[in-house]
């Protein structure tokens, strides 16, 4: 399981998370085949969304985040949900990986720049929230980070890491989600700005710690005090009963054509791969057809 710690900083007065996220990323990297880029950018997506996602007050409510930069990569989507559980897909899992001149996996170029940011929050109203900004790096943290300070005006600090290996399995992936709270002061800030410029290199930081281990050693100068911990995963909820609801929607028409040109109809659920088989008669049943 991946964990999140969550806590207080510099007199209480900025709020703080932390994700171990290795095991998230390597179920993304399980479904998909993802090559090592996709795994960093839909990595660090899924620990960014999942530290997000357990902001969120109600039991029910959850949020997506879609990224739309350009790049080969094409669109990035996640869905959190309050627990912390995160699940998500990228266009392209094939993405060829290059290396940037910092000697890393080229995240920016994959996902492109040239494009939005945009977070949906489902918070059980009669509207979701939804929320925008343009994406400035392609690198993930930054673009969060901006959408934070530009579309919710909230200064916030976002670091992720994703460390894949020679295999093509994630070895260590993490990150830290801090929000100044309204009535912190200049000093506080700058006290926490000093430490936190030093996280650079997070998956390396967090590597062979757990994320409550790490926030202890990294931030006991700035008085951390714990507010509660918790273990969450990559998680899809998709059934059967779900995916009927899909195939409703296809028109007598549609099912005819794809049992003509496949023998059934084939759903295959985007969170997780997973197939869902309907033969003819199956079909036909699910959608009420006359046979
Ligand atoms: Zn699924």
Same mark, same amino acid.
């Given at each position: ?42 990595? +660090?997506?899924? %620990? ?93 943290? #930054? ?7 530009? $579309? ?34 200049? #000093? ?9 410029? %030093?996280?650079?290199?997070? $998956? ?16 006991? $100068?700035?008085?951390? +005090?714990?507010?509660? $911990? ?31 040109? +496949? ?29």
């Amino acid at each position: 399981m991946a964990e999140i710690f969550k806590g207080l900083v510099c007199n209480d007065e900025i709020a703080l998370t932390v994700i171990k996220s290795t095991d998230i990323v390597n179920k993304a990297i399980g479904y998909f085949d993802l090559s090592p880029v996709a795994a960093a950018a839909l990595g +660090r997506t899924l %620990s960014i969304c999942s530290m997000m996602g357990y902001e969120l007050k109600g039991e029910k409510d959850y949020l997506t985040a879609v990224i739309n930069g350009g790049g080969d990569i094409g669109i990035i989507t996640v869905t959190a949900s309050s627990s912390g559980n995160v699940k998500g897909y990228v266009t392209n899992p094939h993405v060829e990986s290059h290396i940037n001149s910092f000697g890393k996996l080229d995240v920016a170029k994959a996902v492109g720049v040239d494009g939005k940011l945009t977070v949906i929050k489902n918070l059980g109203l009669k509207d979701p929230y939804v929320g925008t900004s343009d994406l400035v790096s392609g690198e993930i943290a #930054e673009d969060f980070a901006n959408y934070f300070a530009t $579309s919710e005006q909230t200064p916030c600090g976002v670091a992720l890491g994703v460390k894949i290996g020679k295999d093509g399995d994630c070895l260590s992936a993490g990150g830290i989600f801090a929000s100044v709270l309204p009535f912190a002061s200049e #000093e506080s800030i700058s006290a926490f700005e000093k430490v936190f410029s %030093s996280l650079s290199n997070v $998956s390396a930081l967090m590597d062979g710690k757990s994320a409550e281990a790490f926030a202890q050693e990294t931030f006991a $100068s700035l008085g951390l +005090r714990k507010i509660d $911990s918790a273990s969450c995963g990559y998680v899809c909820d998709c059934s059967k009963d779900k995916i009927d609801k899909v195939l409703i929607s296809l028109s007598k028409q549609d099912v005819d054509e794809l049992i003509a040109e +496949r023998g059934c109809v084939e759903v295959v659920c985007q969170f997780c791969n997973k197939k869902y088989v309907y033969d003819k008669q199956q079909a036909y049943e699910v959608c009420g057809f006359e046979k």
